[in-house]
């Protein structure tokens, strides 16, 4: 796993962000989804297809970034989903297949834990031979499942976002049979100011910074607007840090970063080593022309130029 996908995935976990995000991208940014309900869940999905441990004898397992499941009243009764989320660095252009196989295995999962269960209680001896034989009973019932997918990048997503994209046949009647499947997806940069507005955590920042990481003035401007920029923790830094080079820095006795701040200390950085790359590329003109016209030695050059120690040196690669 590299840097980005670490990253991402730790500041994911958090409950407060992974309920804001898809209070953000279902709800319309409403509190629907309360972070306390929200319980974290192993992320490998292993599953033995359909056939039971005499069947298909080699498991399938793949790894989901974050899973949680939530516990929503409705109606005075308990409901449970599954959520997940998909953090993604760089497009992925079998992302739909990807999401619909982590979907499938949860499925799968879900319907192995219930023939179990029913093992375990002995509830299947007076059911009749139809739901005997397939060990999930009339009455049972799957937990949803919704992926999400967020993009922590500025480039446009030119993935395919649904199955159907994927295939190379494109006859509309003939799709009309094959069950298409899409991929949810938050992409900074085809959101629009008023939507960061809808987050209620840092997501916002992060999903801001990002968005403009590449575009000095409409990254000012959102600095500028945002009061929550002047103090972004340490799990929000490594993200920008780590998804657009932001080179921010905070040090091991700081809890929080003035993002403001540490952009103009970039900007005055950058500022100063352009100055400094152009007074080096001065000397070096200097010292050549001087070698050419005077007929001395680079030595001799700099020594008429008073050239100081460092300078000789960063100067000498060059001559």
């Known amino acids: 796993m590299g840097v980005k996908d670490t990253v991402t995935i730790r500041y994911l976990r958090q409950n407060d962000i992974f309920a804001d995000a898809f209070n953000y991208f279902i709800y319309n940014g409403r509190k629907v989804i309360i972070p306390e309900r929200l319980e974290e869940l192993d992320t490998r999905e292993v599953d033995v297809p359909y056939g039971g441990e005499n069947g298909a004898k080699q498991p399938v397992q793949k790894t989901r970034d974050?899973?949680?499941?939530?516990?929503?009243?409705t109606d005075g009764r308990a409901a449970y989903l599954v959520l997940a989320i998909e953090a993604q660095s760089n497009i992925h252009y079998a992302?739909?297949?990807?999401?619909?196989?982590?979907?499938?295995?949860?499925?799968a999962k879900q319907v192995e834990e219930?023939?179990?269960?029913?093992?375990v209680s002995g509830d299947y001896k007076n059911v009749g031979s139809d739901e005997y034989l397939s060990g999930f009973m009339k009455q049972d019932r799957l937990m949803p499942v919704?992926?999400?997918v967020?993009?922590?990048d500025s480039k446009k997503w030119d993935g395919p976002r649904t199955i159907h994209e994927m295939f190379s046949v494109q006859d509309e009647e003939l799709l009309s049979?094959?069950?298409d499947y899409k991929?949810?997806?938050i992409e900074p940069a085809m959101m629009k100011k008023e939507d960061f507005d809808k987050f209620s955590t840092t997501l916002k920042e992060v999903l801001t910074f990002i968005k403009y990481s590449k575009d000095a003035d409409g990254l000012k401007e959102a600095l500028d607007a945002d009061p929550n920029f002047q103090h972004l923790g340490r799990e929000e830094v490594d993200v920008l840090n780590a998804c657009t080079n932001a080179d921010l820095r905070l040090s091991e006795s700081e809890v929080t970063l003035d993002v403001c701040e540490a952009i103009r200390v970039l900007n005055q950085r950058a500022a100063d080593e352009a100055a400094e790359k152009e007074r080096?590329?001065?000397l070096v003109e200097s010292i050549n022309n001087l070698k050419k016209n005077m007929g001395w030695t680079s030595e001799r050059a700099m020594e008429i130029l008073g050239l100081s120690e460092n300078d000789r040196k960063a100067t000498a690669p060059f001559l």
Do not use: C, E, G
Not at 67 to 73: Q, S
Not at 96 to 104: E, H, I, Q, R, T
Not at 114 to 119: C, G, L, P, Q, Y
């Open 150 to 152: 967020i993009y922590f």
């Open 66 to 73: 974050v899973i949680k499941t939530l516990r929503a009243m």
């Open 177 to 179: 049979y094959v069950p």
């Open 95 to 107: 992302m739909a297949v990807k999401n619909m196989v982590y979907d499938a295995l949860q499925y």
């Open 280 to 282: 080096i590329t001065t």
């Open 146 to 148: 919704v992926t999400l």
């Open 114 to 119: 219930a023939v179990a269960s029913h093992r």
């Open 183 to 185: 991929i949810n997806l």
